[in-house]
């Protein structure tokens, strides 16, 4: 058997392990309940009973290390959490320390979003293209960018944050300090609130309904032909294609791949990101860009935070 790595992915709800080899095969998988309700030393009890778990089924193969992809903000080269909204018990916990000691391997940490566009690179959307972005759309708007297959992390680990670029200067303000911000416009959460708004500022025509209203929703709406669904994917699609060519004029990166639950809205989001991106994307170099679902679903970071270990 070739040499093993464990990735984690520690999410608010679920933690969950998988044992990698090092040609990017899941061999073993075990999951616990995050629980960061009853403290961070639940959370990393957590996360070594899962990488204990599958490490007992490498059959007494030598496992080299283990990666762990966890919330920002975070300090990745020091495997420091800092203050992520979803884990408040979590705040300033140094987890590569407390993990090490735990485990007593080698443990290397960064941020979820990160470690989906690492895995991503790897092994899925962009396995063929060493320039490489990933955008994740869920609650807010994540994103990893790979440059010469080695994951960017810029001077304090904020590389990528392809959320908080401007596509509005005068838009609202963003809790990041900057106005306008892609994710206040194209996260599914955001997507949710426009049509919410729009539904109650301008009464259009719709199937919809303003309440438990979801991305799923619009989706189904606009499928079955829903005038107005249709026209909020049109422009949350042209939003994020705006988006994207600013990000590609900086990255260069020849493969964008969207993720998240949004992205699997397919053709409906992605047919007004690809015009949108040939309509405004940069002369020699749009035509050769190439934007791409992601095709590892939950399993990006898992794969991500194993080559991360991998290279640690
Ligand atoms: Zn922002």
Redesign the pocket.
């Known amino acids: 058997m070739s040499a093993l790595t464990v990735g984690v992915d520690l999410g608010g709800t679920n933690t969950r392990a998988g044992l990698v080899t090092d040609t990017g095969e899941i061999v073993a998988r075990f999951r616990c309940p995050t629980r960061p309700d009853l403290g961070s030393d639940r959370v990393i009890s957590g996360i070594a009973t899962c990488v204990r778990q599958v490490i007992r089924e490498a059959g007494g193969a030598e496992v080299r290390g283990v990666g762990v992809g966890a919330p920002g903000p975070l300090d990745p080269f020091n495997g420091v959490i800092i203050s992520p909204e979803n884990m408040p018990c979590m705040h300033g916990v140094r987890l590569k320390d407390r993990l090490e000691s735990s485990l007593e391997m080698p443990v290397a940490v960064d941020n979820d979003a990160n470690l989906a566009a690492f895995g991503e690179q790897w092994q899925g959307a962009g396995r063929k293209a060493p320039h490489f972005l990933c955008v994740t759309l869920g609650t807010g708007v994540g994103g990893g960018w790979v440059c010469n297959g080695e994951l960017m992390h810029g001077f304090n680990g904020n590389a990528a944050e392809v959320?908080?670029i401007t596509i509005d200067w005068n838009g609202p303000r963003?809790p990041?300090g900057?106005r306008g911000?892609l994710?206040l416009y194209v996260s599914a959460t955001a997507m949710v609130r426009r049509t919410r708004e729009r539904m109650e500022n301008e009464s259009p025509r719709t199937v919809l309904t303003a309440d438990g209203l979801t991305t799923r929703a619009i989706f189904e709406a606009a499928e079955a032909g829903d005038a107005f669904a249709r026209a909020m994917f049109e422009e949350t699609g042209t939003l994020l294609g705006i988006g994207l060519v600013s990000l590609v004029s900086v990255t260069n990166v020849e493969v964008v791949a969207l993720c998240g639950g949004l992205a699997r809205a397919g053709e409906r989001l992605f047919a007004p990101v690809r015009r949108t991106f040939k309509e405004r994307g940069t002369v020699g170099v749009k035509e050769r860009v190439q934007i791409l679902a992601g095709t590892l679903g939950d399993d990006a970071g898992i794969l991500g935070a194993a080559k991360l270990a991998i290279g640690a």
Do not use: F, I, T, V
Request: aromatic share 0%.
């Open positions: 959320g908080h963003c990041c900057n911000c994710e």
